[in-house]
């Protein structure tokens, strides 16, 4: 009954006419600044969650977790090695590759300077999601032998070549004794483009591993073996496992120390905006405290009247308890909460629709591993946002309740 009461009272308190025009401001203004406020935090958060779920999905997908390399140029034996790889523990996968730089040239005598990776398309595709960004079957018509190249949407743009255009590729070559010599020119078609949505767009050409051998006449020697984990953030240990096996010298790297700055970014990132939770929300919440002192000055009538008629500390407490959670941690909440899932389900459309506009990128493909801004809207976060709004609301009312209870009633009525 007495909590019923309470919440009643202090409804009418937040809602009810005010003998102070300013008051209301006041309180409308405090409400908006907790609801902008959240609805910034929670845009902040999906973005946070968009950037974690598109390194996963491009970079993760993508990048190998585990690269072994000889020291030795010459690994003929690593046919060998790679069935010793897939029986470590922790290895999913694994496949053979070929790297080496190249010079790619269009009809239209635009340059290129890029990594060519040269990869078998059947153990590629164990290790990889590569031909997921390729439009229909071109990773099945991705054969050795058709001098075919798969390039970066990024680099199409850069040379001005379209699906089915052909180029030349310029590979410095190296004799036996590493000394440079009359580099070779190739002719090569563009059979597929990939889409990655990042700066492996510009930077990226594949080619089959046995075009590539013979273009570097390499026989069948190969750069290094890639491998794909099961948990791909033991990428570092599972690599110093799979160097333990090989009885060779080799180089160990993952994705961690390529990639793996990104990853720490975002949850660095993530960190601070859970700390900006506490004190955006807090210093909002001061509002609160303020708008209750004018609230006690203006209700202390009626709060004389609340004591004459018996009411005690406990009541009079919860009726400005209740008055400032609904003024704050309520109304506020669900205003900044709804305005925040709405525009993080749309800031994505949003954001292309302003560049569009203005003719700027946020984020450029060149540079960044996505080239939009992506979101993923995550209720936990939106729970734990409303949660920190109503604690805070509700520490805020501590004191003007407190002065409310104070208040003398005879003092107060004999002023009327």
Same mark, same amino acid.
């Not at 390499?218 to 096996?245: C, M, W, Y």
């Not at 790297?253 to 905006?273: A, C, E, K, P």
């Not at 400005?320 to 993080?344: A, Q």
């Given at each position: 009954?007495?909590?019923?009461?309470?919440?009643?009272?202090?409804?009418?308190?937040?809602?009810?006419?005010?003998?102070?025009?300013?008051?209301?401001?006041?309180?409308?203004?405090?409400?908006?600044?907790?609801?902008?406020?959240?609805?910034?935090?929670?845009?902040?958060?999906?973005?946070?969650?968009?950037?974690?779920?598109?390194?996963?999905?491009?970079?993760?997908?993508?990048?190998?977790?585990?690269?072994?390399?000889?020291?030795?140029?010459?690994?003929?034996?690593?046919?060998?090695?790679?069935?010793?790889?897939?029986?470590?523990?922790?290895?999913?996968?694994?496949?053979?590759?070929?790297?080496?730089?190249?010079?790619?040239?269009?009809?239209?005598? %635009?340059?290129?300077? #890029? =990594? +060519?990776? $040269?990869?078998?398309?059947?153990?590629?595709? !164990?290790?990889? *999601? @590569?031909?997921?960004?390729?439009?229909?079957?071109?990773?099945?018509?991705?054969?050795?032998?058709?001098?075919?190249?798969?390039?970066?949407?990024?680099?199409?743009?850069?040379?001005?070549?379209?699906?089915?255009?052909?180029?030349?590729?310029?590979?410095?070559?190296?004799?036996?004794?590493?000394?440079?010599?009359?580099? %070779?020119?190739?002719? #090569? =078609? +563009?059979? $597929?483009?990939?889409?990655?949505?990042?700066? !492996?767009?510009? *930077? @990226?050409?594949?080619?089959?591993?046995?075009?590539?051998?013979?273009?570097?006449?390499?026989?069948?020697?190969?750069?290094?073996?890639?491998?794909?984990?099961?948990?791909?953030?033991?990428?570092?240990?599972?690599?110093?496992?799979?160097?333990?096996?090989?009885?060779?010298?080799?180089?160990?790297?993952?994705?961690?120390?390529?990639?793996?700055?990104?990853?720490?970014?975002?949850?660095?990132?993530?960190?601070?905006?859970?700390?900006?939770?506490?004190?955006?929300?807090?210093?909002?919440?001061?509002?609160?405290?303020?708008?209750?002192?004018?609230?006690?000055?203006?209700?202390?009538?009626?709060?004389?009247?609340?004591?004459?008629?018996?009411?005690?500390?406990?009541?009079?407490?919860?009726?400005?308890?209740?008055?400032?959670?609904?003024?704050?941690?309520?109304?506020?909440?669900?205003?900044?909460?709804?305005?925040?899932?709405?525009?993080?389900?749309?800031?994505?459309?949003?954001?292309?629709?302003?560049?569009?506009?203005?003719?700027?990128?946020?984020?450029?493909?060149?540079?960044?591993?996505?080239?939009?801004?992506?979101?993923?809207?995550?209720?936990?976060?939106?729970?734990?946002?409303?949660?920190?709004?109503?604690?805070?609301?509700?520490?805020?009312?501590?004191?003007?309740?407190?002065?409310?209870?104070?208040?003398?009633?005879?003092?107060?009525?004999?002023?009327?």
């Amino acid at each position: 009954m007495t909590l019923s009461l309470s919440c009643f009272i202090g409804f009418r308190f937040s809602y009810g006419r005010s003998r102070r025009g300013m008051l209301s401001l006041i309180a409308v203004i405090s409400t908006l600044g907790i609801a902008i406020s959240i609805a910034v935090l929670i845009i902040s958060l999906s973005a946070m969650n968009g950037f974690e779920r598109e390194l996963n999905q491009r970079v993760l997908a993508v990048v190998p977790h585990c690269e072994i390399e000889p020291v030795d140029q010459n690994w003929l034996q690593w046919k060998t090695a790679l069935q010793i790889i897939e029986m470590v523990p922790g290895v999913a996968a694994a496949a053979p590759y070929i790297t080496f730089t190249g010079l790619l040239e269009s009809d239209s005598h %635009k340059l290129a300077a #890029l =990594q +060519v990776k $040269g990869v078998d398309t059947c153990l590629e595709r !164990r290790i990889s *999601s @590569l031909s997921s960004y390729l439009q229909g079957s071109d990773w099945e018509k991705f054969l050795p032998g058709q001098s075919q190249v798969l390039l970066g949407k990024g680099v199409t743009e850069r040379l001005h070549v379209n699906l089915g255009d052909w180029i030349t590729m310029i590979v410095p070559y190296q004799n036996m004794e590493h000394k440079l010599s009359k580099p %070779k020119y190739v002719r #090569l =078609q +563009v059979t $597929g483009i990939l889409n990655f949505g990042g700066i !492996r767009d510009y *930077s @990226l050409a594949y080619i089959p591993i046995i075009d590539a051998q013979k273009l570097l006449k390499i026989g069948n020697n190969i750069t290094g073996i890639a491998i794909k984990a099961h948990q791909p953030f033991e990428a570092e240990s599972l690599a110093r496992q799979v160097g333990d096996r090989i009885d060779a010298s080799v180089f160990l790297r993952s994705w961690i120390s390529t990639y793996g700055y990104m990853y720490h970014d975002v949850q660095r990132i993530r960190t601070i905006i859970y700390l900006a939770i506490v004190l955006v929300i807090g210093v909002a919440c001061f509002n609160i405290v303020s708008t209750l002192m004018m609230a006690v000055k203006d209700k202390c009538f009626e709060i004389a009247i609340l004591r004459t008629l018996g009411a005690g500390d406990g009541l009079i407490r919860a009726i400005f308890m209740w008055y400032g959670v609904l003024l704050g941690g309520v109304v506020g909440s669900i205003i900044g909460i709804s305005m925040g899932v709405l525009l993080s389900l749309k800031i994505t459309s949003i954001m292309h629709v302003l560049e569009h506009l203005t003719g700027c990128r946020v984020l450029s493909g060149e540079i960044y591993f996505i080239d939009f801004l992506p979101a993923e809207l995550q209720w936990f976060d939106v729970l734990m946002v409303f949660m920190a709004s109503v604690a805070l609301s509700l520490v805020a009312t501590w004191y003007p309740a407190r002065q409310a209870i104070r208040l003398q009633p005879a003092q107060v009525l004999s002023r009327q």
